[in-house]
């Protein structure tokens, strides 16, 4: 079993670096790629930049002065074996006559896998599980995605530190300052859709665009959904957003999600109200979290999440803290559900 060699290991954080620069919304995933020569030199180098342009492989063949005949490729991914808008890698490393493949992960796509495969077998040597758990991490989202046929869901609200997003009379704005909101902003332009229940469009009527700090429009927007039985008024401001509107007409999380995945979205920003993010938790469908809390109390109803149906502590959601942040007075924290072994175990006490 052939072994990476310190100088490939080094490529390959070349080429996470680079696939940090593809974007993270889209389809497809951020995939770097670097062409070393057998004594460790870097020839080219290239990263993917979303859906129909070209794989970060055949974008460093792209950047190459010459043929690649004897070069190694350092790519985060396993290379793909497919004909989609594009052609497999594979074979475009093969032509290119690339002696030797070391990859990240290998690719979890039910068209697009075999390429290592591919390459072994037309006698190019190939090394796999390079920096594997550091591109597992990376690539999280859209690897869960892809593996389970559902987008990857981040559930987000603002709350008072009780807990609370709302007074008693259902008003709810601004419960963090303007540093937290703009984040949140950064974070729908992070995600392909955002998601909402009818009863946000009714109370607040959000626009729900993703916006920089003088309100102008940021580059990607991703698409609104609202999910829920009742209609959503004709004069409603999400029906005016630049990306369109998907209007579910039910409450079938998981139709949902599967609508989304077969659009292509793969990260999924789910901004609310309680009763949306509640069903989210209570379902199993919630695979992060983050969460603005404000130094203030409201007391009262109105909690971030409502009753999850958990009778005692054996039944507790725990967090594994993944960021926290002060953004001016508020605090952002982002985790992880931890599996709660209890619950499989039938445990109560
Ligand atoms: N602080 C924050 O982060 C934040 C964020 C958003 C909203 N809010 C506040 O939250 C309040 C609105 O709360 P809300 O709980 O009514 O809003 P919501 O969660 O947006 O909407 C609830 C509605 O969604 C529909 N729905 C869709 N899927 C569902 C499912 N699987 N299970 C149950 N219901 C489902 C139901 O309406 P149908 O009858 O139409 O099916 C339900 O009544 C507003 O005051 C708003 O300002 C706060």
């Not at 916006?211 to 004709?234: C, M, S, T, Y």
């Amino acid at each position: 079993m052939p072994s990476p060699s310190d100088a490939e290991i080094a490529a390959m954080r070349r080429a996470l670096e680079l696939a940090a620069q593809g974007p993270i919304t889209g389809g497809n995933p951020r995939v770097g790629c670097v062409l070393m020569t057998p004594d460790g030199r870097i020839a080219a180098d290239g990263w993917h930049r979303g859906a129909g342009t070209p794989h970060a492989e055949v974008d460093a063949l792209g950047r190459l002065d010459g043929r690649a005949d004897g070069l190694t490729a350092v790519v985060t991914l396993e290379p793909c074996n497919h004909w989609g808008r594009t052609g497999p890698c594979s074979e475009a490393l093969i032509a290119a006559g690339v002696a030797r493949v070391v990859y990240g992960v290998p690719d979890p796509g039910a068209h697009s896998a075999g390429g290592a495969e591919r390459l072994r077998a037309a006698g190019v040597e190939v090394v796999g599980g390079v920096l594997a758990d550091q591109i597992e991490e990376f690539l999280g989202g859209w690897l869960a995605s892809v593996r389970r046929g559902r987008p990857w869901v981040t559930v987000k609200w603002a709350s008072t530190l009780d807990g609370r997003t709302a007074a008693a009379d259902g008003s709810s704005r601004w419960i963090t300052g303007a540093a937290a909101r703009q984040r949140v902003h950064e974070e729908r332009a992070a995600n392909d859709a955002i998601l909402v229940g009818t009863g946000t469009i009714l109370a607040d009527d959000p626009s729900l665009t993703a916006r920089g700090d003088a309100g102008e429009l940021l580059a990607h927007q991703p698409v609104p959904v609202v999910v829920g039985e009742r209609p959503i008024p004709a004069d409603a401001a999400v029906r005016r957003h630049p990306a369109g509107l998907i209007a579910a007409g039910h409450r079938d999380l998981a139709a949902v999600l599967a609508d989304l995945n077969a659009r292509g979205l793969r990260r999924v920003y789910v901004e609310g109200g309680p009763t949306l993010a509640s069903a989210f938790v209570g379902a199993g469908l919630a695979d992060a979290f983050s969460v603005y809390l404000a130094p203030a109390l409201l007391g009262g109803g109105h909690l971030a999440i409502g009753d999850l149906g958990i009778p005692s502590m054996a039944g507790i959601h725990r967090l594994r803290l993944d960021h926290v942040e002060r953004l001016g007075d508020d605090i952002h924290l982002t985790g992880r559900p931890v599996p709660n072994p209890d619950l499989h175990s039938g445990r109560t006490t």
